[in-house]
């Protein structure tokens, strides 16, 4: 049971690439996730997937697109990066039909964006 | 969502309980508080949550004071391991569209002391 992956763990893109951040979950949640982390900051919600075939807008979604491939999977791409988005993103997953959201986080990509 | 306040950071000696406090002053009579932690480097881990009453687990225990203006987290036993931001958060409960958005804070940062 490994929980949540996520693929790569380091990644350097020159300014104007694209890339697509890979998430995947092995405990059947209906909900993920997808959040960025600057250095001495909290964490901040990009998009969200409530169910399998929805995404959602969070707090920082520009710049950012989103994928929910099927029950398992939820990636993110950059179209074009820029040196803001210089970060550290993390995929989380969650069941929200207990009544409440316990989350489950990857162990992150850490971007850098030159 | 309620906004919550966290000092920046605590120093706990190690086999001591650590006490961490949270105001939520705002915090609805339908909001849940979760505690989260996040170890160096490594995505955030649920600890525990609560709406009215006290709550323990085996990793903390959760006191809310009875106007539900403010809590605290209390890890009986500090270890090394314990070092880590912790977040205490305010959402709705329940299974709704407004359940999904947790909002991290910069946190407490605790440091346990040997």
């Known amino acids: 049971n490994a929980g949540v992956t996520q693929t790569p763990k380091f990644q350097v893109l020159k300014t104007g690439q694209s890339m697509t951040l890979q998430c995947a979950q092995d405990?059947?949640?209906?909900?993920m996730y997808w959040y960025r982390q600057d250095p001495g900051m909290g964490l901040r919600l990009i998009y969200y997937s409530a169910s399998e075939g929805t995404t959602d807008k969070g707090e920082v979604p520009n710049g950012y697109n989103v994928s929910r491939l099927n029950k398992r999977e939820f990636s993110l791409r950059l179209e074009s990066a820029a040196p803001s988005q210089t970060s550290v993103y993390f995929c989380?997953?969650?069941?929200?039909?207990?009544?409440?959201?316990?989350?489950?986080f990857g162990p992150g990509t850490r971007l850098t964006v030159l | 969502d309620a906004k919550t306040t966290q000092p920046p950071s605590m120093d706990c000696a190690e086999g001591r309980a650590a006490n961490l406090p949270c105001n939520h002053s705002?915090?609805?009579?339908?909001?849940?508080v979760y505690w989260y932690r996040q170890i160096h480097s490594q995505g955030p881990q649920y600890i525990i949550h609560?709406?009215?009453n006290n709550e323990t687990n085996e990793m903390a225990s959760l006191i809310i004071t009875e106007d539900r203006k403010s809590s605290t987290l209390i890890l009986p036993h500090a270890t090394l391991r314990d070092t880590a931001v912790y977040y205490c958060?305010?959402?709705?409960?329940?299974?709704?569209?407004?359940?999904?958005?947790?909002?991290f804070g910069k946190g407490t940062k605790l440091s346990v002391i040997p």
């Open positions: 705002t915090i609805s009579g339908n909001e849940y």
């Open positions: 958060i305010v959402r709705v409960a329940g299974s709704g569209a407004g359940s999904y958005q947790l909002t």
């Open positions: 989380a997953s969650s069941e929200l039909d207990r009544g409440y959201n316990e989350q489950f």
């Open positions: 405990m059947n949640h209906n909900s």
């Open positions: 609560g709406l009215k």
